[in-house]
């Protein structure tokens, strides 16, 4: 495996959540998404889906972002049948307002590397709420957190597990997180089959840059 990294859990992690930096929940997962989507522009209700809050949540962190100056408020593509409308050739349309992240910001950078880095402590919390419900023999941290380009998942579980519910609690913390997680999971025994010949997929996962949350296996 190329550029391995051990990480040992801090204290109390399970404890950790990120709006513990931020002041706020909504706060957090709107950084975190505007941040993980630096090109992206969204509209509120688009918003308020993404990161599952509140509208007048996600209004009211949207003003402290645009007061603070990391995010830019800007006007979109007119739509028609929407509220908040103007008048245009004797028809009502509403200038669409969207939120983007202002990429010049003088922190920018440094609030990317933070939220990074809170993701990788909110994933210990991703292997507590895990272990509460079967066995995790094997948990690597790639993909979108710690910026490998070279694989397509952010996550790889290996246990002993019901599918259905790695596939709730990766949709919790995405929420948590304010990001789409692409994982795979896979019971030990398929893992160490997939391993001997060679699949294509697991190699690259194995050879690409990650951090290890589970390490049950010895060497992988």
């Known amino acids: 495996m190329a550029s391995l990294i051990q990480l040992p859990a801090p204290q109390n992690v399970a404890d950790f959540r990120i709006e513990q930096l931020f002041g ?41 972002l645009v007061d603070f100056g990391i995010v830019l408020e800007v006007e979109g593509k007119i739509l028609p049948n929407e509220r908040d409308v103007v008048e245009a050739d004797g028809q009502k ?43 995790v023999d094997l948990l690597l941290l790639t993909g979108k957190f710690i910026d490998a380009k070279e694989t397509v998942i952010d996550l790889l579980v290996v246990g002993e597990l019901d599918q259905n519910v790695v596939r709730q609690t990766v949709a919790v913390f995405e929420k948590a997180v304010g990001r789409e997680v692409n994982y795979t999971y896979m019971p030990k025994d398929d893992f160490y089959h997939r391993r001997e010949w060679g699949d294509r997929f697991l190699t690259t996962v194995l050879e690409s840059r990650c951090i290890v949350l589970v390490n049950e296996l010895g060497s992988v």
């Open 24 to 64: 706020s929940k909504t706060r957090a997962r709107l950084l975190s998404l505007f941040l993980e989507n630096p090109e992206r522009a969204y509209y509120v209700r688009e918003l308020t889906r993404e990161i599952d809050a509140q509208l007048n949540s996600v209004r009211r962190e949207l003003k402290n």
């Open 93 to 135: 349309f509403e200038k669409k307002k969207f939120y983007r992240v202002h990429t010049g910001f003088p922190i920018f950078d440094d609030l990317r590397g933070v939220m990074k880095k809170s993701a990788v402590l909110m994933n210990n919390q991703i292997v507590h709420d895990l272990r509460e419900k079967g066995r």
